[in-house]
């Protein structure tokens, strides 16, 4: 009879606490994703995503760090309890959970700067939790306001009806001129770039994905919502030539119309410089069954004799051969039927001994054009 009642002691308490902790899961306070949006301009604040490890690398809100309240597995397991058993049940056991990561949690959360706010999916229990008890550990914290589910409604709908205003001057030219070089340089001067292989984790091509691990469409669209609204008052922007798709990301239709419209560089380099610019990027030694990998997609659409010699060429690691092959077979052709869209006032061409030669073509340019860095 004690032990009987011993038993309902200990449920009673366990009910108390559980109930006690939900009241004051109720006691933060939330943050709109506006006012979130201005202090991570300003550099006030940390932002932390408490979701899975998986959630967090499917998207994220840019700038986010991951400190979950549950891995993949815990959050499985913590799902197919609500599934089978009840919400209740879920709750209690992700408290248990969660109470023995409290310490290298809390320590976390309280070594970031600034000011702190976490989410979730949708701001339910796993940031409620989070914000708890790290504010009762002496550290405030706020909770974004809907979750990332909120942020990503909003960046769809940003996007659909996104007026863009800078003009855009687009670097154009064969596989190999640089592109993607030019453009990080002049970023890293200061100047207005959409690095959007660099959004997209992919190169553009059939061998963009090679060494790389390509973003999904809703990572895309938030790096390149970010730098969209950085760029909003800038007077121009200067991005590549890209075609509607690169790897698994889809370009807007505003952003192709401007850049349609833009001003259109084209860039030409010796056949020796391309090659190098190609190899000094994809490093396809490093990466030998991925590049076949990629090869096998198109050696269909090349000369059966050339395909041969390029499959040897990639096979016995002569990979000077296999770009020079590639380029002639099955790269140049292709882009001098895409360039043939654009009239022939509406290029500057820019002939070049080097990447270096073309960035500082591009940047006189631009100076001559009286645009503002």
């Excluded at 999916?121 to 306001?145: E, F, I």
């Excluded at 002639?328 to 001994?353: F, G, V, W």
Aim: charged share 30%; proline share 4%; net charge negative.
């Amino acid at each position: 009879m004690i032990f009987f009642f011993y038993e309902l002691d200990l449920q009673y308490m366990k009910d108390t606490f559980f109930l006690r902790l939900e009241r004051l899961i109720d006691m933060f306070q939330d943050m709109a994703l506006d006012e979130l949006q201005t202090k991570a301009e300003q550099g006030k604040i940390s932002i932390i995503d408490v979701r899975s490890p998986s959630e967090y690398e499917d998207s994220r809100i840019p700038g986010s760090v991951n400190i979950p309240v549950f891995d993949d597995e815990e959050r499985k397991e913590v799902g197919t309890i609500y599934k089978q058993e009840s919400p209740k049940a879920a709750r209690e056991r992700g408290i248990e959970i969660f109470s023995a990561k409290l310490p290298d949690f809390i320590k976390q959360v309280k070594d970031l700067k600034g000011e702190k706010v976490v989410y979730c999916w949708r701001g339910g229990m796993r940031s409620k939790a989070a914000a708890t008890v790290v504010d009762l550990a002496g550290t405030p914290v706020y909770r974004l306001n809907g979750g990332y589910r909120t942020y990503r409604n909003w960046v769809v709908e940003t996007l659909e009806n996104f007026d863009m205003k800078p003009r855009a001057f687009v670097l154009n030219g064969y596989t190999g001129t640089g592109k993607t070089e030019i453009l990080q340089q002049l970023k890293s001067e200061g100047y207005p770039v959409l690095d959007l292989e660099g959004m997209a984790n992919h190169r553009g091509s059939i061998f963009g994905q090679v060494g790389r691990r390509p973003h999904n469409q809703k990572t895309f669209d938030s790096l390149l919502l970010q730098e969209l609204v950085n760029y909003q008052d800038r007077e121009y922007v200067l991005m590549e030539g890209e075609s509607k798709r690169i790897g698994k990301a889809v370009l807007p239709d505003f952003l192709m119309n401007k850049k349609e419209k833009g001003v259109q560089f084209y860039i030409e380099l010796p056949r020796e410089e391309r090659i190098r610019v190609i190899l000094d990027e994809y490093q396809p030694w490093n990466y030998p069954e991925q590049c076949l990998e990629a090869f096998n997609k198109i050696k269909k659409r090349i000369h059966t004799p050339v395909a041969k010699e390029i499959e040897e060429a990639l096979k016995t690691g002569d990979y000077k051969t296999a770009v020079d092959r590639l380029l002639d077979y099955y790269y140049d052709p292709r882009y001098l039927h895409s360039i043939t869209q654009y009239a022939e006032d509406h290029i500057i061409p820019i002939k070049a001994e080097s990447v270096e030669d073309a960035t500082k073509q591009i940047k006189q340019l631009l100076a001559e054009m009286n645009v503002v860095q």
